[in-house]
């Protein structure tokens, strides 16, 4: 499976951006997959923002991203969105998308033991 994250930027506070992120591979499509998105500032481990189950029946978000970000999934498209409204300096940060396979309604919060990560890709939020 591979994960081409895109949408990433420079915006000022208050501003929205929209991540997307593309997976593909034949594995990918045969099985249930859970995608996240998942952040890094420098010198920090990487951090849960926002997951949607396969059925996108189940989502969760980060304390500090509810309200202001929405994820979503099309799964006809295999691609997974982030959209990202009334954004924070502190939002800043290299933004990853990642897949991992399980059952039912499994959403990836865990950073630990996540089958697949995407590149990664900057946003940067002005003051």
């Known amino acids: 499976v591979q994960l081409q994250a895109s949408g990433g930027g420079l915006v000022q506070a208050g501003g929205s951006l929209r991540l997307s992120c593309v997976a593909s591979g034949r594995t990918f499509t045969n099985d249930n997959f859970g995608m996240a998105w998942f952040r890094q500032v420098p010198g920090k481990e990487r951090e849960f923002v926002a997951g949607?189950?396969?059925?996108?029946?189940?989502?969760y978000y980060s304390d500090d991203e509810k309200g202001r970000f929405t994820v979503s999934r099309d799964n006809a498209k295999n691609t997974q969105y982030l959209e990202m409204n009334s954004l924070k300096p502190q939002d800043t940060a290299v933004y990853y998308c990642v897949a991992d396979r399980g059952r039912g309604e499994y959403v990836p919060r865990l950073r630990g033991g996540i089958d697949y990560w995407g590149k990664g890709t900057q946003v940067t939020v002005s003051s």
């Open positions: 949607v189950s396969f059925s996108g029946g189940s989502i």
